[in-house]
């Protein structure tokens, strides 16, 4: 009898993993991201098949502790992919590999079920002395969280970081605001609006890791009101931009390379007053252009930046209890991702000099006030650290908005007032 159970939780386990496999090919290769090569997640899709394989032939052969576990980590990790295909139906029209990507959160379901039934349905075998009972418990309890912690949870946020489904644009906000495409320096396509520039300078707004166009939309009236020419844009795989997501930023140098180009060419533009605000990972991500020689940046307003790699957590000081998860998860995005992470920041604040840089900094937010700090401490004049009390994370144009444009438009006014 325990045989036979144990084979139909195989079966149950196979159908649905086959089903996640599925989902995760499609993705890659048949319904892949606009503008992405066919081979850029050829490892991605050989780690998934090899992990695949090992387990569904492993399966049967563990002890029921094991068979839950693996059948809990797949299931979560199915979730989060499949969760993101359910996301974009909700908000969108059904596209692309979304129809695969609900039957692999479905999968993910019954794979988390597979893996709560099991415990429950061998309860009592090889039953042992109640205190050894408990004991093995106990054990399987602090093993399943260290399991969960280090290996499961820091996966399943590289597959959401790698995976955020895409949400609606919509139109321009007004009718000042004209919508343009350009390619991003590696050739992909990314989608935008442009407002015109009455002052001759202009500025490339970069959003967030999670965002598109739509979350910069502030800090573009804001510019606006003081003549400044503004692009904002959909990074790669947000909004209408082709290419795939990363909230990390990792490629996103390139995106910021095709604005600063197409801003170049505007006849309404001195293209020696090209500057950029980034919000959180644009913020990230305009750090690690500006540090680039040949870069055409006048001016670097970062708000919010913090880290996008490995080193830049380490850098921040990590405890020997959080080096697994960030290693673990910045691993998994490398992978799932097909791009290589950036260059720790600490090394490229240095190299922003001569361009002016501005870190503005949530004061109340731990960790952005820590890498901001440890920035300042690294960077060469001229630059200007800007620590706001009392605010959210990017928050201070609505929380503190007299303050915030007396100090980024006081900054930008001044860095490019005159070309370099």
């Known amino acids: 009898m325990t045989r036979q159970v144990v084979r139909a939780e195989a079966r149950w386990f196979t159908a649905a993993t086959a089903v996640a496999v599925v989902h995760g090919l499609d993705d890659a290769f048949l319904h892949r991201q606009p503008g992405e090569p066919a081979g850029r997640h050829l490892l991605a899709a050989a780690v998934m098949l090899a992990a695949a394989a ?27 992919n499949g969760a993101q295909h359910v996301l974009h139906i909700a908000v969108d029209a059904p596209a692309r590999s979304d129809i695969t990507g609900v039957l692999a959160a479905l999968a993910g379901v019954a794979l988390v079920a ?11 075998e090889r039953a042992a002395r109640r205190g050894r009972r408990w004991a093995n418990r106990a054990l399987a309890s602090v093993l399943g969280l260290l399991l969960a912690y280090a290996v499961v949870l820091p996966m399943a946020v590289a597959v959401v970081s790698t995976h955020k489904f895409r949400e609606p644009v919509g139109g321009p906000p007004s009718a000042a605001y004209r919508p343009v495409t350009f390619p991003a320096g590696d050739g992909l396509r990314l989608s935008g609006w442009y407002l015109p520039s009455h002052n ?12 598109d166009r739509s979350g910069a939309l502030a800090h573009a009236r804001l510019l606006g009101r003081h003549g400044y020419g503004v692009l904002l844009y959909d990074a790669r795989g947000r909004g ?13 140098q390139h995106d910021v390379a095709g604005a600063v180009a197409f801003l170049r060419h505007r006849p309404d533009v001195d293209p020696r007053r090209i500057g950029g605000v980034g919000l959180s990972t ?10 680039e020689p040949g870069d055409g940046l006048s001016a670097i307003v970062a708000d919010g930046a913090t880290g996008e790699s490995l080193a830049d957590a380490r850098n921040l000081g990590l405890s020997v209890v959080d080096v697994p998860y960030w290693a673990v998860m910045y691993g998994a995005a490398r992978v799932l991702s097909g791009t290589p992470p950036s260059p720790p920041l600490e090394d490229l604040v240095p190299r922003v000099a001569p361009t002016p840089l501005l870190l503005v900094s ?12 440890l920035y300042a401490t690294v960077a060469r004049q001229p630059f200007e650290l800007w620590r706001v009390r009392g605010v959210g994370h990017t928050r201070a144009i609505r929380e503190r908005p007299a303050a915030y444009e007396r100090r980024v438009i006081g900054f930008l006014d001044r860095a490019m007032s005159s070309p370099r």
């Open 54 to 80: 090992v387990a569904v032939v492993a399966f049967p052969r563990v002890r029921p502790g094991v068979r839950s576990a693996v059948a809990l980590s797949f299931g979560v990790l199915a979730l989060a």
């Open 114 to 124: 597979l893996g709560v039934w099991i415990p429950f349905r061998h309860r009592g």
């Open 200 to 211: 001759r300078a202009a500025v490339v707004l970069v959003h967030g890791g999670g965002g």
């Open 240 to 252: 209408a931009s082709e290419g795939s997501p990363n909230q990390f930023g990792w490629g996103w």
């Open 282 to 291: 644009g913020a990230d991500v305009l750090i690690r252009v500006a540090a």
């Open 362 to 373: 949530a004061g109340d937010f731990a960790t952005e006030g820590r890498f901001n700090a």
